[in-house]
Structures are given as C-alpha cells and as structure tokens.
C-alpha cells in the first residue's frame, strides 16, 4: 500500500532541509507510521507542515527613489519563486500550519502576524496561544537521539543522582531573564544540582553542552523542567516529555496545559521562580 507522504518546511534553519526530521520518532525506518511516511524534503509530497515557518515574503513600501523601490520588488519577488519552491505544488487544503515557539510579550506581534499570512496558504493554523485560529497543544516531540523503538521496550535506566537541569544562559527575553535569576539563586544555595546547557554563564558552575539530552536527565530521579513562558492554557514543550521519557520526576514550572494532558501525581509543581519555589526544591 502506497504511503501518505508527509513533507515540511521550517524557519529553523537546522530543519529546513534535513530529510530525516522526526524519523527518531516514528515505530518503523524511514519515518513510517502506519500509512504514513514523514519525508520533510519530499518533492511532491501529499500534504506539507509548515513548521514554526515565519519567514513568509511580504510586499515592499514604495520608497522615494523609485531605484530603491525596484530594488526592494526584485528581492520580494526573489523570495516569492524561492517560498513557492518550498510550497511544493501541494495545494492549500492540504497545507498544516502548526507554530511551537511561545507567545512571548517580545515576539507576540510578529507570531500574530504569521497566523494571519498563514491563513492564506494552509486549511489549518495552530499554535499554543489563543490568537491562533485553532489554539492547541503542540505536538510532544522529543529532543533525544533515542529512537521510538529504544524509548518504547527498554527497562527503566539506573538511577544515580537526585537532580539535574538541562537549560541555557538566553536572556533576550523578560522570561530569560527571570529563568537565570532563579538559576543564580540555586547556584548560591547549597542545593545539589548538575546543570548542563549551552552559553551558561561562568557563575552557572554548568557541565557543557550534551550532544544528547538523555544523558544529563536518565540517570537522575528528579529533573528540573522551566518552561520559557507559563501565562496560558495551551503551551507546554518538550522540556516536560523530555523528563517523562527518561524515567524522571519532573518538578515542573509552566502553566495549566500539563495538567490537562497529563493524569495527577506525574510531575511536582514548581510553585514559582522565587524564594518560594526554591524552597519547595
């Protein structure tokens, strides 16, 4: 039986043009789920998720010198033919916009706007935010190496160490901000936590980066799991399914979602990034 070929495009541009995107997490080779095949850079694919995609061309103001406003027509047009390329021929209905990154005070208007392009290409927008045309959930992905196969059979890994917390030094954002202060007040304490990630700040005390995230979370019984944005009732990332895949107790800090997807007693509620949640650890 033929396959329904699953095709993506990206504004990540780690992604854009990696043909096994997602193939880690499907039971069978080769992306294949069922009747399904995931093939992000199939040429003529069934259906085509745009995926957090944002960089949609837009039309250029008319500028005094009429030199500069031909100027700025052929880059639009440039960047029409090279977005129509990456469309595939795959016609609207058949078109799945799906935005994972957080509604951030600081980028709001811009996801806002890519909802409102989006409508004219794909028969389904949706984000984790109520601007979106169809707020929801974003789909569980994981960020491990690990296939579906290992993830699915193997026995519960060997606990060593109490807590650990895989993050970065961002800070472009409030809620960045906010995250490595907590993480400030942690290093200051006494508290026994391994932290790893990459851009950490010197004080951060952190182990480095780790090609796979598996390793900084399997081997410990409880992980700490912040989220970048906690305001709404649909956004929760992979930094919870991480925790949850590999046999932790996540003390989580994010917003009502969890508890909506996920039965009582499967994660500890940071109650906030303060005094008061670091006492709770």
């Not at 085509?48 to 500028?63: A, C, D, G, I, W």
Request: aromatic share 16%.
């Amino acid at each position: 039986m033929n396959k329904i070929k699953i095709g993506m495009m990206s504004s990540y541009s780690a992604l854009d043009n990696r043909s096994d995107w997602l193939w880690q997490q499907t039971p069978e080779n080769f992306g294949v789920w069922d009747n399904i095949q995931l093939i992000a850079t199939h040429p003529k694919p069934d259906f085509l998720v745009m995926y957090n995609y944002t960089n949609f061309p837009t039309l250029p103001q008319k500028y005094l010198f009429f030199w500069k406003t031909k100027k700025k027509q052929a880059e639009y047009e440039k960047a029409q033919r090279l977005f129509q390329e990456k469309l595939r021929g795959v016609p609207k209905e058949r078109v799945i916009y799906l935005l994972r990154e957080p509604p951030l005070e600081e980028v709001i208007e811009k996801n806002k706007r890519s909802y409102k392009i989006a409508q004219n290409y794909c028969s389904y927008v949706s984000g984790p935010d109520d601007y979106a045309p169809n707020p929801d959930y974003m789909p569980a992905i994981w960020y491990y190496s690990n296939s579906f196969r290992e993830l699915n059979e193997m026995p519960p890994p060997g606990k060593e160490k109490s807590l650990s917390w895989v993050t970065s030094g961002i800070n472009r954002t409030e809620n960045h901000r906010k995250r490595l202060a907590f993480l400030k007040m942690l290093r200051d304490s006494e508290l026994e936590l391994d932290l790893y990630g990459r851009d950490l700040p010197d004080w951060a005390k952190g182990s480095g980066e780790l090609t796979n995230k598996w390793y900084g979370m399997a081997p410990y019984y409880y992980n700490l799991s912040v989220e970048n944005y906690a305001e709404n009732d649909w956004y929760v990332s992979e930094k919870l399914w991480d925790a949850l895949l590999a046999w932790c107790l996540p003390i989580y800090y994010g917003g009502s979602a969890a508890d909506k997807l996920l039965p009582p007693g499967s994660f500890l509620r940071l109650p906030s990034l303060d005094e008061k949640g670091f006492d709770y650890i």
